[in-house]
């Protein structure tokens, strides 16, 4: 809670046993896609069980409210989405990565809400492919938004974001009125190799290029009740004033968006002020990487209610529009959980 008005955070990730994802390592070495143990009467992968994935659980909501966090939009774990694995694997690591957030869903219904990993291709003639599987996360499940990665197999290959190539998503997300969740994940980059965890340079090139992409593109004329919501402050800020021809020149407040996950005091407090703040929705990654202690405070950079609380710049009006009726506006599902 923040002065009573409940925390509502747009950007979490499934938690869930270590030993759960050896199910990845079995269909990557076997080479062959394999049904989701999830909800099957034995235990899964390396003997998990229902009573662990709980416990995972458990912890992950504990995390919450050591940091203030009411409600949380949980997806897929955006390192581990393996977008570049042989095709014929994708959609099958993508049910089971959906069955474990719904599972997670499930044990805490009013903690947390599913959003959908796709089984995305980069090569396929279009994101077709993945609208099945948005479907049954959506109409059997409940998921409340989609996530989707503008470059999936790491190599720079994927269309641009305001290509056909992403219609179908647009247009399904639109009819269903779930927001798009815009995440990097890995990059293949060999010059990143020298960089630790560098899919978090992906990240950054990735999410701020989508934004680009589908500002100056004609994607919100096309679909314009579409809602977007790209993590980490959107990667990059802009360095050019607003009137600036580099950037788009056009009203997007309805359509894109920006989560707070940005830990460095700095970069958050100028994302705010660059993005405005009708435009910021809460999310934090937490539990995630921002574990890193801050020294002055002696708490982890994703306790960011305290943080974004003693922003003077911000109004108290405005401090609530971020933590709660901004992320409540664009992500409709919010309304499952009343509090």
Excluded at 62 to 73: A, E, L, W
Excluded at 177 to 201: A, E, K, M, W
Excluded at 244 to 272: M, P, V, W
Aim: include cysteine.
């Amino acid at each position: 809670m923040y002065h009573d008005v409940p925390v509502l955070d747009v950007h979490g990730h499934v938690s869930v046993p270590s030993a759960a994802n050896s199910f990845l390592v079995l269909m990557l070495g076997s080479n062959t896609p394999m049904g989701s143990p999830i909800g099957q009467p034995a235990a899964g992968p390396a003997g998990v069980t229902v009573e662990d994935f709980r416990a995972a659980a458990a912890g992950h909501a504990k995390y919450m409210d050591d940091r203030n966090i009411d409600v949380q939009v949980i997806g897929p774990r955006p390192f581990l989405t393996m977008g570049w694995m042989e095709p014929h694997l994708v959609p099958a690591w993508s049910r089971y990565v959906n069955d474990m957030i719904h599972q997670q869903c499930t044990f805490f219904p009013d903690r947390f809400l599913g959003a959908c990993a796709l089984p995305q291709l980069s090569d396929a003639p279009d994101i077709s492919h993945c609208i099945d599987e948005l479907n049954r996360c959506v109409t059997e499940y409940g998921f409340v938004a989609a996530y989707a990665s503008p470059d999936p197999a790491g190599r720079r290959t994927t269309p641009g974001m305001h290509e056909p190539y992403w219609f179908p998503l647009y247009e399904r997300c639109q009819e269903l009125d779930i927001p798009i969740i815009v995440h990097g994940t890995n990059s293949l980059d060999p010059r990143f190799r020298v960089v630790p965890h560098n899919y978090q340079l992906g990240f950054l090139t990735e999410q701020y290029l989508a934004g680009q992409f589908l500002s100056h593109g004609d994607v919100f004329e096309r679909f314009p009740e579409l809602r977007v919501i790209i993590c980490h402050c959107g990667g990059a800020l802009d360095r050019f004033i607003p009137t600036d021809h580099h950037l788009a020149q056009k009203d997007l407040s309805r359509n894109l968006f920006y989560d707070t996950c940005g830990y460095d005091l700095i970069f958050l407090e100028a994302a705010i002020r660059q993005r405005g703040v009708g435009r910021m929705v809460f999310g934090t990654e937490a539990p995630g990487s921002g574990r890193a202690v801050r020294p002055e405070t002696g708490r982890s950079c994703d306790d960011l209610v305290p943080v974004i609380g003693d922003f003077g710049f911000l109004s108290e009006d405005e401090k609530t529009k971020i933590f709660n009726a901004n992320p409540a506006s664009v992500v409709p599902g919010f309304g499952k959980i009343s509090r």
